[in-house]
């Protein structure tokens, strides 16, 4: 038995023109589907969090003496930066006369 090969072009372009008529349906089946999937992972995984965060934790230490070493370089950084708002910096792109700069330097 022999297959010819208009046979097969005629029955592979029909198949390709009814993909492309029902395109729109087929996204929407594909979409659909994934968002099903999605969903059974979704609660699948969400299930396994709740059974493991029912366990209980033991309390954090808290290392007294580090809070209170960060807290104090903290307030020093704090008083620094306060300082540096209150000194008057020079203004760089203001244009300078020759006699200004002898007047400063005496």
């Given amino acids: 038995m022999k297959i010819k090969n208009k046979n097969i072009k005629k029955i592979f372009?029909?198949?390709?023109?009814?993909?492309?008529?029902?395109?729109?349906?087929i996204l929407i089946a594909l979409l659909l589907l994934?968002?099903?999937?999605?969903a059974f992972y979704f609660f699948h995984y969400s299930s396994k969090v709740e059974k493991e965060e029912s366990g209980f934790y033991l309390p954090l230490d808290v290392n007294r003496n580090l809070i209170d070493n960060l807290l104090a370089d903290y307030q020093k950084r704090q008083i620094?930066?306060?300082?540096?708002?209150?000194?008057?910096?020079?203004?760089?792109f203001q244009k300078i006369e020759?006699?200004?700069?002898?007047?400063?330097?005496?």
């Fill in 34 to 38: 994934d968002a099903i999937i999605g």
């Fill in 80 to 92: 620094l930066f306060e300082d540096a708002k209150e000194k008057t910096y020079p203004d760089l």
């Fill in 13 to 25: 372009f029909k198949i390709l023109n009814k993909f492309w008529q029902n395109l729109f349906l």
């Fill in 98 to 106: 020759f006699g200004e700069i002898i007047e400063k330097s005496e």
